[in-house]
T-cell receptor, first 112, second 114 residues
Framework: DQQVKQNSPSLSVQEGRISILNCDYTNSMFDYFLWYKKYPAEGPTFLISISSIKDKNEDGRFTVFLNKSAKHLSLHIVPSQPGDSAVYFCAASPGGYQKVTFGTGTKLQVIP | EAQVTQNPRYLITVTGKKLTVTCSQNMNHEYMSWYRQDPGLGLRQIYYSMNVEVTDKGDVPEGYKVSRKEKRNFPLILESPSPNQTSLYFC?????????????FGEGSRLTVL
């Protein structure tokens, strides 16, 4: 049972345009949502997070939106840069010491 | 430099030959975890540990063992590896205070079981 779903395996965007990566979840107990970025031959690195009490969190070019009623979150990257080309994982956790559940990832390619 | 270190980074072994992948973190983190990454399946948790001597199963624990005798180390043990354990493995740690799920990952260990 995939509790965190990323339905788009890949996405291509022109440099300078907006990238929108989507994620859906099924577990109502999730309280924290995170995005990780992964380059080839490296471990994932934390990008941005949002707690369930908020619906938006911004950090520079990256913004995460949370729609709790739809159990949906999205990551917006504006403007997209070639260095943003990577695999992006959505993740969720009930918080505390509970485990973090990851989605299957979306491979973003930003075309110069 | 704060980091999570895994060894070996690459390993080819044969079915049934016991192996251990080591993981060490220098951030004094309480929480540590092992994940495996497979195509189309994303990152799946194998085991996690909330503190020394406290471990619990993740989503795919079959065929793996772990131990947490020291805070900094969390080795992953494959007692009798099989080809379906061929995968890319990541160790991760978290401060847990407060735990928002933010994990620090190692660079990964690519394991091939023939």
């Amino acid at each position: 049972d995939q509790q965190v779903k990323q339905n788009s395996p890949s996405l291509s965007v022109q440099e300078g345009r907006i990238s929108i990566l989507n994620c859906d979840y099924t577990n109502s107990m999730f309280d924290y949502f995170l995005w990780y970025k992964k380059y080839p031959a490296e471990g994932p690195t934390f990008l941005i997070s949002i707690s369930s009490i908020k619906d938006k969190n911004e950090d520079g070019r990256f913004t995460v939106f949370l729609n709790k009623s739809a159990k949906h979150l999205s990551l917006h990257i504006v403007p997209s840069q070639p260095g943003d080309s990577a695999v992006y994982f959505c993740a969720a956790s009930p918080g505390g010491y509970q485990k973090v559940t990851f989605g299957t990832g979306t491979k973003l390619q930003v075309i110069p | 430099e704060a980091q999570v270190t895994q060894n070996p980074r690459y390993l080819i072994t044969v079915t049934g030959k016991k192996l251990t992948v080591t993981c060490s973190q220098n951030m004094n983190h309480e929480y540590m975890s092992w994940y495996r990454q497979d195509p189309g399946l994303g990152l799946r948790q194998i085991y996690y540990s909330m503190n020394v001597e406290v471990t619990d199963k993740g989503d795919v624990p079959e065929g793996y063992k772990v131990s947490r005798k020291e805070k900094r180390n969390f080795p992953l043990i494959l007692e009798s590896p099989s080809p379906n354990q061929t995968s890319l493995y990541f160790c991760a740690s978290s401060s847990g205070q407060p735990n928002t799920g933010e994990l620090f990952f190692g660079e990964g260990s690519r394991l091939t079981v023939l």
